[in-house]
Each structure stands twice: as structure tokens, then as C-alpha cells.
């Protein structure tokens, strides 16, 4: 059923589960942060890689780590409506493609984080190999090799996204339910699509990523130890902040989903509302690193810094009618 009858419309307040403390209206304060920080922060980034820096090996990350991540923060404002009205109310393929644009944009951006650190552990670990085989067509087509991975990831979303209704009201819905079979009657190969795509998101999404990334770091510092270049403090510092980062801001997600599968499991459990908010409200919070990507990976870069500030100052000589230097 891709639509939603006007009584639905009229009953949405009774759709609103029952508080979990002030959950609700935390959530929906920090995706609204979340919108206006990632889409200004990423899109300046974006803006910059494009039109104000040169092409070269990281420019290619970071225009697609703030790709994915702009992409991401587009999508809040669905989400916000969803979590303030209780129910989804903008029919099936809208579902669809709402939560496929989501899970596109969330696997591009954690693989990208991926390749960005291990591109930077390459560069230390081994500075002559990297000067020679670092090229920007190389990085190009591992980065499309990235979205094409994130695009095979997120593709259960579009045949197994579906409207369900509870009490009356519409959820978007993952249901690998194709066979109809009720809880009573509970299909193996239902609950192994759901373990596995539970895992996956787990694995790929969270785990793997954190590993490498974690891994990086540790090689990284441990070669600046080794050359007595311990004392760089800047290094050291965003290294430990990327690591917590990502940690802190994906984990409780990931707590959340192996909880959903628990109770799946153990309950035979489709549909609790008050677990569809927690979900929705660490959800919430994982959004917050696609806010913080463009200030760990790109602001604090000196590159970036003085390029971003260059532009200032080209606005300002333009602005004053001064003809820019080249």
C-alpha cells in the first residue's frame, strides 16, 4: 500500500509512542544541529575541493567523504519528520528510497574514512613507495569502487523496504518477510536475512572500519616514536580524536541494533515503538561524525586552512574592485 488514508493523516498524534524521557525532543534538536552544520560545513567542502584547490590525492577523498556526508545531511529533515510524527506518511517508494539514499550515504562514508586513513598510514609507513604510486586516477577509481560497494550494501533497501502497518499506523519497514509467514510460524530464512543484514551493517559499518582506522592511528604514532617525533603533539591529538570519534558517536547505533536482533530472536519481536525512537535517537547521534568529518579530516589540514583563507581574501580583493593576482 503506498499510500496513506486521510484518517491515518487525522490520528498521526496517537502514532507518537510514549516518551522515553526527553528523547524525543533531544533527537530532534540534535538532527536539526546536525542539518545545518553538516549541510554548511560539508558543502563548503565540496565547494573548496571543486573550484578553489588543486586535484590531487586527497582532494579526491575528502570531495567524497563530504559527498557522501552532505548526501547524509540531506536526509535529516525526513528523518526529523519521522521521528516527530510517529509514523511514515510519505508512501512505500518514498521508503524506499529514503532509507537506500541513507544506507548509501552512511556505508560511503565510513568505507571513505577507511581509505582515507589507510592512505595516510601508506604515506608515513612508507613515504617512497606512496610518492610514486599515489596517483589521483588511482584514488578516482578506488573511490568509485567505494560508492559501487556501498551502492551492493544498501540494495536490500529497495526490494525489502516496505509500509507496515501497527495499530494503525505506517512505518517504513525493513521486512524480509516475502514468504507472509507470521510470528507464530517463523521462517529461518526470514531470520537469516535479518542476521545477516544486521551483521553486515555491523561489521562493515562499524567494527571493520573502527579496526582499520584504529590500526592506522597506532601505526602512525608508533612510526613518529620511532623517529623521536613524539613530541608532535597535532598529529598525535587528531589521531586520538578520530579514532573517539567515530567510536563514540556510531557505537551506541550498533548496541541498538544487535538489541533489535535480540529481541527478534528471542521474542519474535516485529515492532516495539519505544525501540523504533531509541533506534531513531542513535541514529541521531552517529549523524553527528558526518557533522565532524569536515573539521577532523579537512579544516584542521593546513592546506585547506590556507587555500580557505586565500579564498577570504580573493572575496574581499574582488569586493574592493582589486584585480586578483594569479
Request: charged residues 15%; positive net charge.
Amino acid at each position: 500500500m503506498s499510500g496513506v488514508s486521510e484518517g491515518t493523516r487525522m490520528n498521526a498524534s496517537r502514532c507518537v509512542p510514549e516518551e522515553v524521557g526527553f528523547l524525543r525532543p533531544l533527537t530532534m534538536a540534535v538532527v536539526s544541529v546536525s542539518f545545518v552544520v553538516g549541510v554548511v560545513g560539508n558543502g563548503l567542502v565540496l565547494w573548496m575541493t571543486v573550484f578553489r584547490m588543486a586535484r590531487t590525492v586527497s582532494t579526491v577523498w575528502f570531495f567524497h567523504l563530504a559527498l557522501a556526508d552532505f548526501m547524509l545531511s540531506l536526509s535529516l529533515p525526513i528523518t526529523e519528520y519521522y521521528v516527530a510524527s510517529g509514523q511514515w506518511l510519505l508512501g512505500e517508494w518514498a521508503c524506499k528510497l529514503y532509507a537506500t539514499f541513507v544506507s548509501l550515504a552512511f556505508f560511503g562514508s565510513n568505507c571513505l574514512l577507511v581509505l582515507i586513513s589507510v592512505d595516510r598510514c601508506i604515506s608515513v609507513l612508507y613515504p617512497v613507495w606512496a610518492l610514486n604510486h599515489r596517483t589521483v586516477q588511482r584514488a578516482s577509481w578506488l573511490a568509485i569502487a567505494v560508492w559501487l560497494l556501498a551502492g551492493v550494501l544498501s540494495s536490500s533497501h529497495l526490494k525489502f523496504r516496505t509500509i507496515k502497518y501497527w495499530n494503525g499506523c505506517a512505518q517504513c519497514y525493513l521486512d524480509f518477510n516475502s514468504e507472509n509467514v507470521t510470528s507464530q510460524t517463523w521462517s529461518r530464512v526470514v531470520l537469516g536475512r535479518q542476521m545477516a543484514s544486521i551483521l553486515a551493517h555491523l561489521l562493515l559499518g562499524f567494527l571493520g572500519p573502527l579496526a582499520v582506522i584504529g590500526i592506522c592511528a597506532h601505526l602512525i604514532r608508533a612510526k613518529l616514536l620511532r623517529e623521536g617525533r613524539l613530541h608532535a603533539h597535532r598529529p598525535k591529538t587528531l589521531l586520538l580524536v578520530l579514532v573517539s570519534a567515530f567510536f563514540i558517536c556510531w557505537s551506541p547505533f550498533n548496541v541498538v541494533l544487535m538489541v533489535h536482533l535480540w529481541r527478534r530472536v528471542n521474542l519474535k519481536e516485529l515492532y516495539h515503538s519505544q525501540m523504533l525512537l531509541i533506534y531513531q535517537a542513535t541514529f541521531a547521534l552517529g549523524n553527528i561524525n558526518s557533522c565532524l568529518n569536515p573539521f577532523l579530516y579537512v579544516f584542521v589540514g593546513r592546506d585547506f586552512q590556507e587555500k580557505f583563507f586565500q579564498s577570504l581574501s580573493f572575496s574581499g580583493s574582488c569586493s574592493r574592485g582589486n584585480a586578483p593576482r594569479e
